[in-house]
């Protein structure tokens, strides 16, 4: 299982990023993705996760109604849409998926909401 996350920059506050996650290794569209984040001395945290086959979203209140997670099963691609973005959204995000009893993740991309 490989997974590659892309898409993460610098954007000043109120500004937008879409991450993308290549998946690899696995039967992608059969499989939930998930988007996690971890910012400067805090502890890993659930953004938004997708199930598979029919797509169905969940988010965390931090981020409802400005995030949307996507998937593109043609193309084994799992996105994060980011909007209205500010500046405790700051951190490293990483794309995750749980195949044969393992949890798989990315390295991670860096997203830095600064003026």
């Known amino acids: 299982v490989q997974l590659v996350e892309s898409g993460g920059g610098l954007v000043q506050p109120g500004g937008s990023l879409r991450l993308s996650c290549a998946a690899s290794?696995?039967?992608?569209?059969?499989?939930?993705m998930s988007w996690y984040r971890q910012a400067p001395g805090k502890e890993r945290e659930l953004v938004a996760s997708?199930?598979?086959?029919?797509?169905?979203?969940n988010y965390a209140d931090s981020v409802k109604g400005r995030f949307t997670i996507s998937r593109d099963d043609a193309k084994n691609t799992v996105y994060l849409e980011m909007n209205t973005l500010k500046p405790e959204d700051t951190a490293v995000y990483y794309c995750?998926?749980?195949?044969?009893?393992?949890?798989?993740w990315g390295k991670g991309t860096l997203v830095t909401v600064s003026s």
């Open positions: 997708i199930a598979s086959a029919g797509g169905r979203a």
């Open positions: 995750k998926t749980r195949y044969m009893f393992m949890d798989h």
């Open positions: 290794g696995f039967t992608f569209s059969s499989y939930p």
